[in-house]
């Protein structure tokens, strides 16, 4: 499991060091990762971070007086937070007491200089390993024998400021922001060339949206059409319709075929019909067919001649023909109805 160590000054830095060494010699499978140290030489180390922040599991931010308001520590505790749960993020707060920190690293549950608190945050480490994780038996054992060495440690960098002389020594903050600069103009650059000449990849995929944007254009143009041309057919053309095909064989062409006008506008209908087609062809007896002949009429009638409904279509002109409709099916099913 990886572990993010967020570090911003010499105290802190030196703290991140000390959990660095410390972490997996209690939890084998814990993979710490401190910048200045894991960052190999060459790399950007803005993508190295965003990376890292990115693919770990766990985040312990150590926290000092001299860094409590740090941009550097606050951007990574940002970053932490919204790659991961917050019970997977604690400030590690050294030389430093609860009620003086501020900001948002509040927003996580903290972790003093405390061997049982040192313990709860190793236990939530364990537990974030997964299946790398260890038994209680063995973390309880490892943490007393280790646990020591880590206090020594720490102890020692009590009395070292940020200001001591090794820290005066240390590159200026002004190169991170001189590094920061450079990277956005370096990226605003890049933009501005593929604005300029796009990689041909991406003008393939733009033509490749355009022609399909195109074809589901032409598609629905014609869809548009087809529906057009079955508003305006004159009643007469629905009623040659419904005898034209024979039933000779129980198909029901014809009526399968009006229907289909009102699939779009009423498809309700439709759907009704299709049923009562299906129990028609059925060997379902002379009742039951009768019953669904009577259902699809009261449904078509109340669709078709209910007044609200006539007002709706009466305003309508491509969908007038429909006005026609309930009086042409219902005398083809008064022939259903008596032949079968």
Known sequence: MKVFISWSGNKSHKVALVFREWLPSVIQSIEPYVSSEDIDKGARWSTDIAKELENSTFGLLC????NLNAPWLSFEAGALSKTMDKSLVSPFLFDIKRSEVNGPILQFQSTIFEKEDIKKLLNSMNKACGEGCISNTMLEKAFDVWYPTLECDLLALKDISDDSEENANAPAPKIHTAEILEEILELSRNNQKLLRNPEPKTIESIEEIKKLVAEQHVRNEKNNELRRMSRNLHPMFIEEILHVPPRAGKNYWGLLMVLGLLRNDLPWIYDLGKELIDILKSTSNKE???????TFRMMME??????????FYGTRKDLMFVKEFPYIVNRYLEDVSITE
């Open 288 to 294: 039951d067919k009768q019953e669904a002949i009577e």
């Open 63 to 66: 926290v000092t007086k001299e």
């Open 302 to 311: 109340t669709s078709l001649e209910h007044p609200m409904m006539r007002e």
